[in-house]
């Protein structure tokens, strides 16, 4: 039999074995709370077999030697998150070390090409001892792991055609190796603002606490403020009592970024300037929900629950119509 005929044989299960990675993998990332952009998997075509078999053929003489027959691309959004999900990998996996590289250790100074993970993994004794996988004992796989800026050079180098170096004129070389060297550095950049978000959504509480006038309205401010605002809790609580709907929290992006815009279509530019608006407003909030319950009563509002936060979309209701009546009393 020829390795395109033992692949024939093999082939049924080896897709098995790579829908069945595919799934492990997503598990072993959920569970290690690593978010992702993309896992992707596939078996290898006989077409591409046999054109890497016939590329070597002294080298590859037998199925056992093709290691990539099943395959999974994991892309990472940032760059330190590769080293993360290769944790995972070789933690969980039997790595065959000598086929697996780390393609950055493979670059030369002025090398053009980007970085990314290779490993060979076969499933580890434990997991072999589980039914599910106790026929794929001898089922080998490459993982390729990737953030978004490397996985973007790799798939345009590819479609470029230059992967190698041999016989690339030596000023495409150079404007490869600037632009790897751009995207690396943006690769870190990307690192450092996620850091500092994660750093300003830590400290934005002490600061609202103590400085309210010098924290600007945003997404991260906005859903702070509403959790620890005692102002802005029992108005949202009252708001749901007198519309007899029931007060959920919902902590969704999109959200805060339309009680955003509420704020700043009514001239609210900072947390203090919020706080006082429901102070100041907080009878007139009532009355306008009152009303809005008299108008539409329980069984004809179009809302099963108020979101929390519906303090702020009711204070720049009643903003605007403050505006309105100023404007027509001119």
């Known amino acids: 039999m020829t390795i395109l005929d033992d692949f024939d044989a093999a082939a049924p299960s080896y897709q098995e074995f790579t829908e069945k990675l595919h799934s492990l993998i997503e598990n072993l990332l959920r569970v290690n709370n690593i978010r992702v952009h993309n896992i992707s998997s596939r078996l290898k075509t006989r077409a591409s077999l046999e054109r890497k078999h016939y590329d070597n053929i002294t080298k590859y003489v037998s199925l056992d030697a093709i290691t990539d027959l099943a395959g999974v691309r994991i892309i990472t959004y940032f760059e330190d998150e590769v ?17 697996s590289s780390d393609k950055k250790d493979l670059l030369d100074p002025d090398r053009f090409g ?43 180098e590819h479609d470029l055609g230059y992967q190698s170096k041999i016989a690339v004129p030596a ?9 790897a060297g751009i995207l690396e550095f943006v690769d870190q950049e990307f690192i450092g603002l996620r850091d500092d978000i994660v750093g300003y959504s830590e400290t934005i509480k002490d600061k609202i606490a103590n400085t309210p006038e010098h924290v600007e309205i945003n997404k991260d401010s906005i859903a702070v403020y509403l959790f620890d ?24 992006p999109v959200f805060y970024e339309n009680l ?6 009514v001239g609210i530019k ?31 509002k179009s809302a099963r629950y108020l979101v929390r936060g519906g303090a702020i979309q009711y204070v720049s209701l009643v903003l605007i119509s403050k505006t309105n009546d100023r404007a027509l009393s001119l």
Not at 171 to 179: A, L, M, P, T, Y
Not at 260 to 265: G, M, Q, R
């Open 114 to 156: 980007y970085l990314s993970l290779h490993y060979v993994v076969k499933l580890n004794a434990e997991r072999l001892g589980l039914t599910e996988y106790r026929a794929f004992g001898s089922c080998k796989a490459e993982i390729q792991i990737r953030s978004i800026l490397q996985h973007a050079w790799a798939e345009i």
């Open 270 to 300: 900072t947390i203090a300037d919020l706080d006082l608006a429901l102070i100041e407003n907080e009878r007139l909030i009532m009355e306008f929900s009152r009303e809005y319950d008299r108008q539409y009563p329980t069984g004809q």
């Open 83 to 99: 080293h993360k999900v290769a944790d995972v990998i070789q933690r969980e996996f039997d790595i065959d070390t000598p086929n």
């Open 260 to 265: 955003v815009k509420l704020c700043e279509s």
């Open 171 to 179: 000023e495409v070389r150079r404007r490869f190796s600037r632009i």
């Open 229 to 252: 605002s005692p102002v802005a809790r029992r108005i949202d609580s009252a708001i749901s009592e007198i519309l007899g709907i029931r007060l959920v929290d919902g902590r969704v």
